[in-house]
């Protein structure tokens, strides 16, 4: 079956725009998380969606929002670009919770922002 | 939060080498995972152990939740482990998986 898709796989925008971004997760996996991956903080998590409703969220600014459709496929947005948004954005997906399932992860879409 | 340790941050072996990557983690965990990301950012799921013993191939893990930590093995290492392993933990108060820092594998013909 297919894997965790992440589009696109590079974006480049500039400092002070917004950039969507999407992930479709594997079929039948509900739960759908973000991860930030830079070289200074290394991979911290973002937020969690499970069923369209958002159930967790990491220590980032309100500038960094999400949501989940009912098929399960996620956007995460960033508004108001910084250059410290310059990162590998991972999605990853899981059955039900990571807890007990674990996660597969997508092949990331890397922003640059200049 | 939890905090990861890895030990080595960097590892150069010889292919056909032998390694132990090592994942100290500071409480207790329900779930913890093994990743090897790959040189293009692909973070691929090696190991879904929360105790015990799992082998897969030329690598397995090894995870003591009592001692707080976790081993992955490579034998004969090859030139596509190239990348870097990280250990991830869930967190029950949290509700996510913390990583660690990685260790960064080369491995040289």
């Known amino acids: 079956k297919a894997g965790v898709t992440q589009t696109p796989r590079y974006l480049i925008k500039t400092r002070g725009q917004q950039v969507t971004l999407s992930c479709s997760p594997i079929?039948?996996?509900?739960?759908v998380s973000w991860y930030q991956q830079t070289p200074g903080q290394g991979l911290q998590f973002l937020f969690e969606?499970?069923?369209?409703?958002?159930?967790n969220k990491g220590n980032f600014p309100g500038r960094f929002s999400g949501r989940q459709f009912s098929n399960s496929r996620s956007e995460m947005n960033v508004s108001t670009l910084e250059l410290g948004d310059s990162a590998l954005y991972l999605c990853a997906s899981s059955i039900r919770d990571v807890a007990n399932y674990g996660y597969t992860f997508g092949s990331g879409t890397r922003l640059t922002v200049v | 939060g939890i905090q990861v340790e890895q030990s080595p941050p960097d590892l150069i072996l010889q292919e056909g080498a032998n390694s132990t990557l090592r994942c100290n983690f500071s409480d207790s965990v329900n779930n913890l995972q093994w990743f090897h990301q790959n040189p293009w950012g692909q973070l691929i799921n090696l190991f879904y152990i929360p105790s015990g013993t799992k082998q897969n191939g030329r690598l397995s893990a090894t995870t003591v939740a009592t001692e707080r930590y976790s081993l992955l093995y490579i034998s004969s290492s090859q030139t596509t482990d190239t990348g870097v392993y990280f250990c991830?933990?869930?967190?029950?108060?949290?509700?996510?998986?913390?990583f660690g820092t990685g260790t960064r594998l080369t491995v040289i013909p």
């Open positions: 079929s039948g996996h509900r739960s």
């Open positions: 991830a933990v869930w967190e029950g108060g949290a509700n996510n998986l913390f």
């Open positions: 969606y499970f069923s369209e409703t958002q159930r």
